[in-house]
C-alpha cells in the first residue's frame, strides 16, 4: 500500500540530512545559528513527529540561509517537500498552506516552552513562507543578541530586523526606548501612589460600574440554583470529559478528518469503489476505460474537488469549542490531505463511512461494526454486523428512506500510542445521528460507564446508532447496539 509521504527522510541532530530533497538537497552550514536553531526545533516535543512537518521547516530554512527566497513558494514547497507533481494545482490542493498553519503554531509553541531562553527567534509570518529571524528582546526592551554567538559577523543583515546598527550597543536608539522616557527605576517607583490615585479619581465611576458587574456575576454564578445545574452537568458529563481528555492531549496531535463528499459522488456516478491504497496515490482519478464520453472527464474532476458536508462542519465545530481541547494541538485535514504517519502517533477523529472517508479501512478489521457500500443489488449496502448475537441483525441497511444508522467506534491508533474515534453514518443523516448522540453526556455516559478501566481510560467501543430521517436530517437518536473491549 503506497502513501502520501515524501520520499526522503530527514536526520535530526545532524547539520546536514543524510538524504536530500530530490534534485533540491538541503545544504545548511553546520556553523549558522539558524540553522543551529531549526535543528533544536525539529528535535523538540512541540514539533512532534511529523517528518514532513521537520522537512518544511528545514527547506525554508536552507533556501533563506542560501539567499534563495525565490525559490520559497508555495508551488515548490509542494513539490520538493510533499512530493506533489510539477505545476499542481495549488488551488485544488492545499496541503502547503495547512502545514504551513500548523508549523506556525508548533514554532510559537516551541518559543513558549522549550526554546523560552532562546536568544534568536525564528517566524514564518502570515502571507508567505520565508523565515524571519530576529534576536528576542530582554525585560527592559533591549535585544539580547550581544554576544559572540549572534553577532553581525554571524548573521545577515536580514537576520537582525530593528536594530539600529548605527547606534552603540547600550544607547537607547539600540535599545528601542525614546531617551525622554529613559527613567530611573527610583523615579518610577516614587510616581507609581499619585498616579494610581489620580487615575482611580478620574475614573471613579468607571470603577464602580465594573465593581458592581463583578459582585453581579459572583452572586449568580455561586446562587444554589446554578450550583446545582453545574453538579448535575459535572455528574452526567463526567465521563465524556474523561473520553475528550483521551483524545485531546498536549503530548500529541490530534486531527478532525471531514469526510471527502466530492469522492462519494463520483464514486456513485462511475458505480467504481475506491479503496484506501487507490485513494492514497491519486489513481482513483484517472478513467480505466478509454470508450467514456467526454463527459466522465467531468466525473472524474470531481475526486480532485474539496468538497464536505455540513453536518461534518458542525460537528468540527463543536469538537473546538469542547474545554479539553488543546487549541494548538488540535488540526483539522482534509482526508486526502491525511499522512499514514498521522495515524500512526496521532490522535484523530474520522468523520463518515468508508466511502466517504476511506481512511476507516485501516481499522475496520477490528471493529464488529463495518460499513459495507456494493454497487450491485445483489448485495445490500449497509452497516455490517460481524458477530450478531440473539436478536441482531447482521446487516442495518436502509430498506425505506425514513430510517438511517451511524456508527461511533473508539480504537487504538495504528502503533496503539493514541486513540482514534470514528463517527460515520450510511448518509449524512446517520453521520448527524451518531455525531449527536456522542456530543450527548447523558446518552453516551451507560456505554463510557462500561468501558471504563482504572487510571482513566476507556476499552475500545463500539456503537450502533439508529434514528429517523426526516428530509436528510436524523432525529431522536437511539443506541441499538454496542460492543466493548472487541467482545
Do not use: C
Not at 516614587?190 to 471613579?204: Q, T, Y
Not at 475526486?303 to 494541538?329: F, I, K, M, N, W
Not at 487504538?412 to 446517520?430: D, F, Q
Amino acid at each position: 500500500m503506497q502513501t502520501l509521504e515524501s520520499s526522503h527522510r530527514v536526520t535530526v541532530g545532524n547539520a546536514l540530512p543524510k538524504q536530500g530533497m530530490s534534485s533540491a538537497r538541503l545544504r545548511g552550514r553546520s556553523d549558522d545559528p539558524r540553522w543551529q536553531l531549526a535543528l533544536r526545533i525539529a528535535s523538540s516535543s512541540s514539533l512532534g513527529r511529523s517528518r514532513l512537518m521537520v522537512d518544511f521547516l528545514f527547506y525554508v530554512v536552507d533556501r533563506s540561509i542560501q539567499d534563495r527566497v525565490d525559490e520559497i513558494t508555495e508551488q515548490q514547497i509542494g513539490v520538493l517537500v510533499f512530493g506533489r507533481p510539477e505545476g499542481y494545482d495549488t488551488n485544488e490542493d492545499n496541503i502547503v498552506r495547512s502545514y504551513a498553519r500548523n508549523l506556525r503554531k508548533r514554532i510559537d509553541e516551541y518559543f513558549t516552552r522549550e526554546g523560552i531562553t532562546e536568544d534568536l527567534l525564528l517566524e514564518i509570518p502570515r502571507g508567505g513562507y520565508a523565515p524571519i529571524f530576529s534576536a528576542r528582546l530582554s525585560k527592559n526592551n533591549s535585544f539580547v543578541g550581544e554576544s559572540k554567538d549572534f553577532t553581525r559577523d554571524n548573521l545577515s543583515e536580514s537576520a537582525l530586523i530593528g536594530i539600529d546598527s548605527s547606534a552603540p550597543p547600550n544607547s537607547p536608539a539600540s535599545q528601542n526606548v525614546p531617551e525622554s522616557d529613559s527613567l530611573s527605576e527610583t523615579n518610577v517607583a516614587a510616581g507609581w501612589p499619585l498616579k494610581i490615585a489620580k487615575e482611580i479619581h478620574k475614573h471613579s465611576a468607571l470603577f464602580a460600574l465594573a465593581i458592581g458587574l463583578i459582585l453581579g456575576a459572583f452572586v449568580a454564578s455561586f446562587s444554589p440554583g446554578t450550583i446545582l445545574k453545574r453538579f448535575i452537568s459535572s455528574a452526567t458529563g463526567s465521563e465524556s470529559t474523561r473520553l475528550w481528555l483521551q483524545l485531546f492531549s498536549r503530548k500529541s496531535d490530534t486531527f478532525i478528518v471531514p469526510s471527502d463528499d466530492g469522492l462519494v459522488i463520483m464514486q456513485r456516478l462511475t458505480e467504481r469503489p475506491v479503496p484506501l491504497a487507490s485513494y492514497v496515490n491519486g489513481t482513483y482519478r484517472a478513467s480505466v476505460n478509454t470508450d467514456r464520453t467526454p463527459a466522465d472527464a467531468e466525473i472524474f474532476k470531481l475526486g480532485a474537488r474539496r468538497y464536505t458536508s455540513v453536518v461534518d462542519l458542525d460537528l468540527a465545530s463543536h469538537l473546538a469549542q469542547l474545554a479539553e481541547v488543546v487549541p494548538e494541538r488540535m488540526v483539522i485535514r482534509y482526508a486526502r490531505d491525511l499522512r499514514m504517519d498521522d495515524l500512526r502517533n496521532g490522535n484523530a477523529i474520522l468523520i463518515g463511512s468508508t466511502e466517504a472517508n476511506p481512511w476507516i479501512e485501516l481499522f475496520q478489521p477490528q471493529m464488529n461494526l463495518r460499513f459495507s457500500f456494493n454497487s450491485g443489488s445483489d448485495k445490500p449496502s449497509g452497516i455490517l454486523n460481524s458477530h450478531p448475537r440473539a436478536g441482531e441483525n447482521q446487516i442495518y441497511g436502509t430498506p425505506d428512506q425514513n430510517h438511517t444508522y451511524g456508527v461511533i467506534a473508539y480504537v487504538p491508533n495504528l502503533n496503539s500510542t493514541g486513540h482514534v474515534l470514528i463517527v460515520g453514518g450510511l448518509n449524512t443523516a446517520g453521520t448527524q445521528a451518531a455525531a449527536t448522540f456522542l456530543l450527548t453526556p447523558s446518552l453516551m455516559a451507560p456505554t463510557l460507564q462500561r468501558a471504563s478501566v482504572r487510571g482513566g481510560g476507556f476499552r475500545p467501543f463500539e456503537i450502533l446508532i439508529g434514528a429517523g430521517n426526516v428530509a436528510s436530517n436524523a432525529s431522536a437518536p437511539q443506541m441499538v447496539l454496542e460492543r466493548i473491549g472487541g467482545s
